[in-house]
C-alpha cells in the first residue's frame, strides 16, 4: 500500500502564490506516476498535473494552469509538489495528491488512472 498526506492549503489573494506537498510513503518502489487533482465546490475531480518515473522524467498540465503551476519530485521519490503562481479565483479547490502505478497516455487524466490518493488540502484564492 501507498499512504499520500497533503499540507499547504490556505487562503491567499488572487495573483499570489502557494506551494502544495505531498509526503509519499509505503511501498514507494510500487509508484511510478504523480499527480495533482483539484475537486472545485459541486464540479468533478479534475487533472492538475502529472510527473512520470522514466529516464528523463515526463511532466503534463491541465491546459488551465500550463504556464502558472509546476509538479516536481524530490530524488527519492517521497515528496511531491505543486508550486501556483499567479493563482486565480477559479484555482479555488480542495488539491488531492495521487500515485499510480503505470502510465497511459490515453487517461493519465483520469481519477481511475490511480490507485492511491490523499485526504485532500483546501486552497482558497480570494478576491
Known amino acids: 500500500q501507498v499512504q499520500l498526506v497533503e499540507s499547504g492549503g490556505g487562503l491567499v489573494q488572487a495573483g499570489g502564490s502557494m506551494k502544495l506537498s505531498c509526503v509519499v510513503s509505503?511501498?514507494?518502489?510500487?509508484?511510478?506516476?504523480r499527480a495533482w487533482f483539484r475537486q472545485a465546490p459541486g464540479m468533478e475531480r479534475e487533472f492538475v498535473a502529472i510527473?512520470?518515473?522514466?529516464?528523463?522524467?515526463?511532466?503534463k498540465y491541465a491546459e488551465s494552469v500550463e504556464g502558472r503551476f509546476t509538479i516536481s519530485v524530490d530524488n527519492a521519490g517521497n515528496m511531491v509538489y505543486l508550486q501556483m503562481n499567479n493563482l486565480n479565483l477559479e484555482d479555488t479547490a480542495v488539491y488531492y495528491c495521487?500515485?499510480?502505478?503505470?502510465?497511459?497516455?490515453?487517461?493519465?487524466?483520469?481519477?481511475?488512472?490511480?490507485?492511491?490518493w490523499g485526504q485532500g488540502t483546501q486552497v482558497t484564492v480570494s478576491s
Open positions: 495521487a500515485a499510480g502505478t503505470y502510465f497511459a497516455v490515453l487517461d493519465y487524466y483520469l481519477t481511475t488512472h490511480y490507485a492511491f
Open positions: 510527473h512520470v518515473d522514466s529516464g528523463t522524467p515526463q511532466i
Open positions: 509505503g511501498r514507494t518502489e510500487d509508484v511510478y506516476t
